[in-house]
């Protein structure tokens, strides 16, 4: 009898409730729909902006769909049972939820944009999108968060005072953040290098490709998988390599002709002059020197300093490995070999000792 009277009492409030949800529950489907018909239908140069718009402003969609009728069920809810707790709470709770799916829908639109290929966006470096994303969800954190401070009736004024001077606390406590932040910023703007190019740090002896830039350190992947976080304060003080930008890769050798070979030297150097003025491989717009430097202990000298015309690794050794090849032939045409390493021991045998009388004195041990 008493569940049969709690039925009617609150026939309309579920009633009320289960049509809320079923109007939830077929928006959210709607809204699927409509987003993947857009994407489905859009072409051109709208068509990536249109699909990004949509994946970063889904969920927050359903999250607001849902925040709302969560509000309503909870406005039937006090109509029915009229709790001054419950009312109080309504409408700031609908109000920094509001605030919270904007903060989620700007934060997705925000990582999504640079990997949008806007028409505009061609030619822009990928690290002023970078730059430009972390200061604009900083900025996006601050402004919600006053906001939703002052939706919640906080005194923003005197917490912004209180801030300043435990600002001026932390700061002198954490010197070291705050250099690191500089340190970033620095990068960005001076652009020593750039994500995906390999940097090595010589007082460091460190080296890697740079895979994020953070605004405490940088994250390189060495050539062995590893991981290195490096301090963003140390770009400012140390000196840093950027291989990739180098205009030419460097060949510099020694090649070792025989003493024996000395007559022969004039011919040998003015082939190995003309084979790397020739060479396609050489970059010619650099230094080129081919020339006999030094007596060696075992050999004569030959410096061989010249520039590959190329920036790869791998290309510069294949170039290098030719030239070096193509040298030892030079060499052989003109009589001339390789000079080895010779090691020359003397042995000198000590005579033993005579006596006076001629007669040799054994040395006892």
Partial sequence: MLHAKWLDSYQDLLTHVGIIALVAALLAVL???IGLRLIHKSTGRAGPFREALYRSAHSPLLALIMLCAAYLIGRLINGQIHTSV????????LHVGILVVLAWAGWNLIEIYPL???????????????????????????????????????????LLTVGGVAGIAIGFAAQGLVSNLFGAVVIYLNQPFKIGEWIVLPSMNISGTVEQIGWWS????????YPYYVPNHVFNTSVVET??????????QTLPVRYSD?????????????YIGNHSGIDHSQ?????FTNYGTHSLDILLYCFAATVQWAESLAIQEDVLLNASRIIKRHGGQLALPVTRVQMQMTPPEEGADGQRVATQA
């Fill in 116 to 158: 949008i290929r806007h028409p505009h966006g061609h030619g822009v470096d990928p690290m002023i999108y970078d730059l430009g994303g972390k200061v604009a969800r900083l900025g996006l954190l601050a402004i919600i968060g006053l906001m939703i401070l002052r939706t919640l009736h906080f005194p923003i004024d005197s």
């Fill in 86 to 93: 419950l009312s109080q709470v309504l409408d700031p709770s």
């Fill in 218 to 225: 940088t994250r390189l992947r060495g050539f062995d998988t």
């Fill in 287 to 291: 230094s080129q020197m081919v020339y």
């Fill in 262 to 274: 000395v007559e022969r030297l004039p011919a040998i150097l003015a082939e190995l002059r003309a």
């Fill in 31 to 33: 809204i699927r729909l």
């Fill in 243 to 252: 291989p990739p930008r180098m205009q030419a890769r460097r060949i510099e």
